[in-house]
Structure formats: C-alpha cells, structure tokens
C-alpha cells in the first residue's frame, strides 16, 4: 500500500469511528447463535444519515449499523443508504477487524432486517463487496470455480465473460441465499481491477476456515458490486 493510499485509508478510519461514536446507540436484540458458537448479547450502534453529500452524490438518507458482542464494539460497519432518486445501496466494511466469510455473512443476515424496519428493501438495488480477496472463504472458492472453467492461465478473461461466470459462482449463491426471504435476487455481479493476487493477502484480510492445504496458489481478486433486483 502506499503512503497516499495509507494516509488516505487512516482518514477514512477515523471518519468512521467519529461517526460511530458520535451515533446514538440502540440495543436492537439479543440471541442465541449456533453460528458464533456461543450465547452472545448482541447490539448494534446505529445511526440515522441525513440529507447531505456523499462522495460527490446527494443523499437523501440512510442508517449505519455496527455490532456489538458483550458491550465490544466490532469492526465490522454496515451502510445502508438512499439516494435522492429513492435508489438504495448496501456496503460493509471491515475496519481493523478479521473475520471469515461466515461470520460476515452471518452479520448481515441479523442487520438486514434491522434495515427492514425502516425502509423498502424492493428499493435497494447495489450491494458493495469491496475486494474479493478479503472475504476469504468467498474469494477462494470463487478461484476454485474459476479455474475449473477458465484453466490454469494467469491471464484474466474477458471482463464480460468473467461477469457472466460471477452470476454461476459463490457470490452469486451465497448473496441469493442472503436475499432469498426479502424476494430479491442477484441480477448482475461486475468488477473492478480483476488480478490474482496471493495467498499472504488473502489470510491478512480475512480468517480462513477452509482447508489451507487446498488453497490456491493464487487468488481471484477485484472491486467486486452485486445488482439486485426483485
């Protein structure tokens, strides 16, 4: 990383924590979940967004969730936000925390109805899976289902196609399974910047559960958005 990418990564981290401590705090509920194997107290801080400028575009508004295991406050931050069109975008993000695949999946199944109590979901139309590589146990088998269908080549297919075999992958399966009880589906998955990148990188930004022994050599990787449509 360089250093303008790590300064601008620390600017956006502590943007993020103000935010968070500056959020009114909701416990939302507790369960108990063979998922997490254990009986956790579970929270969320949340907080309202209002209208105002988000990355150059209006917002009319949105809500941050972010956990909280027997009073820990996670790293693990949802965005839910809408725009001044009525369209509405999910994205997560890991700030200084680890975690597996599962585990994330696991997060927004608990947050996403939180979010149904105050908007539509019909409207949300994006979801943000940030790098591929970081979601571990996803990236890995998405390189699995890769290979099996591109070959060995470290070359990248064409964008296009590489988009039609996301909509048959992991990523396709796992977030329709996630959106299957709210009547959404995936109707199309893209990416940014599509490389192979390592192993190293791939366990520094996420907790693998699979196998390690059956790991790739090198891993699928890129700025990774999900369509969703009813």
Not at 157 to 183: C, M
Not at 185 to 191: G, N, R, S
């Amino acid at each position: 990383m360089s250093f303008t990418n790590r300064i601008l990564f620390l600017l956006c981290f502590f943007v993020f924590i103000g935010i968070v401590l500056s959020s009114s705090y909701k416990v939302v509920k507790k369960f108990h979940s063979k998922q997490l194997n254990n009986e956790i107290d579970t929270s969320f801080y949340v907080r309202e967004l209002n209208n105002e400028l988000a990355g150059g575009n209006y917002r009319k508004g949105g809500i941050i969730f972010q956990p909280i295991i027997n009073q820990d406050t996670l790293g693990f931050v949802v965005y839910f936000s809408e725009s001044k069109s009525g369209k509405c975008a999910l994205e997560f993000r890991k700030i200084n925390y680890k975690c597996s695949h599962r585990v994330a999946m696991f997060w927004l199944s608990k947050i996403i109805p939180e979010i149904k109590k105050s908007y539509t979901l019909d409207s949300l139309k994006s979801i943000y899976l940030g790098r591929l590589i970081s979601n571990g146990d996803l990236a890995i088998q998405v390189t699995k289902q890769y290979r099996k269908r591109f070959g060995k080549s470290n070359v990248i297919a064409k964008y296009s196609t590489v988009f039609d075999f996301f909509l048959t992958s992991q990523i396709a399966i796992d977030f329709n399974r996630l959106l299957n009880p709210y009547e959404l589906k995936v109707k199309k998955i893209t990416a940014e910047k599509i490389f192979f990148g390592s192993q190293s990188e791939c366990k520094r930004y996420s907790i693998i559960e699979s196998d390690s022994t059956q790991m790739p050599l090198k891993i699928l990787d890129g700025m990774v958005y999900i369509n969703v449509s009813k």
